[in-house]
T-cell receptor, first 110, second 112 residues
Framework: GENVEQHPSTLSVQEGDSAVIKCTYS??????FPWYKQELGKGPQLIID?????GEKKDQRIAVTLNKTAKHFSLHITETQPEDSAVYFC?????????FGPGTSLSVIP | DVKVTQSSRYLVKRTGEKVFLECVQD?????MFWYRQDPGLGLRLIYF???????EKGDIPEGYSVSREKKERFSLILESASTNQTSMYLC???????????FGNGTRLTVT
């Protein structure tokens, strides 16, 4: 079955710096790659997603890149702000399932 | 805006009890999911359903069952709760396969 790895598990950055989180997946049938942000006490919420026919997608300060050949995808957050502090999950969607990575705890230091 | 509601925020149950976790979504979504979240392990899929009365095992179905009698409601059942089922349980729904998941805020279950 699909296996999603995610690195790093924790990440601290200064406010205004960039943050990058990297994921790999194993099942070439995966064709949809969402990213979720989970704030304390809440369920995860979609922040951006990318499909396998696209290499890059950007939404304001957030961008995602996808390398299908290498089975890698990454989340880039620029000009980080304290409200970006949260746990971020990548996921892959082979067939009916949605398989998540283990998560990255991002801390943005003011 | 899609709303996924989990009936309890916190639950404390004893070992051996039968436990029901309820989830309701209000957007006529086809797919519903149950995940458990544990530190360092992320979200692991327990069961999912893509239609009423249909269910599929996820990656960790042992010790759990599910019920989907109506499209909007998806219940997770712990037949005989054990301490290793102490966890955060998250319900989610999606319109169709390959569309974003919408999560509830979770039920933190403690089994003593």
């Amino acid at each position: 079955g699909e296996n999603v790895e995610q690195h790093p598990s924790t990440l601290s950055v200064q406010e205004g710096d960039s943050a990058v989180i990297k994921c790999t997946y194993s099942d070439s049938a995966s064709n949809y790659f969402p990213w979720y942000k989970q704030e304390l006490g809440k369920g995860p919420q979609l922040i951006i997603d990318i499909r396998s026919n696209v290499g890059e997608k950007k939404d304001q300060r957030i961008a995602v890149t996808l390398n299908k050949t290498a089975k890698h995808f990454s989340l880039h957050i620029t000009e980080t702000q304290p409200e970006d502090s949260a746990v971020y999950f990548c996921a892959a969607n082979p067939y009916d399932k949605v398989i998540f990575g283990p998560g990255t705890s991002l801390s943005v230091i003011p | 805006d899609v709303k996924v509601t989990q009936s309890s925020r916190y639950l404390v149950k004893r070992t051996g009890e039968k436990v029901f976790l309820e989830c309701v979504q209000d957007m006529d979504h086809e797919n519903m999911f149950w995940y458990r979240q544990d530190p360092g392990l992320g979200l692991r899929l327990i069961y999912f359903s893509y239609d009423v009365k249909m269910k599929e095992k996820g990656d960790i179905p042992e010790g759990y069952s599910v019920s989907r009698e109506k499209k909007e409601r998806f219940s997770l059942i712990l037949e005989s709760a054990s301490t290793n089922q102490t966890s955060m349980y998250l319900c989610a729904s999606s319109f169709v396969t390959g569309s974003p998941l919408h999560f509830g805020n979770g039920t933190r279950l403690t089994v003593t």
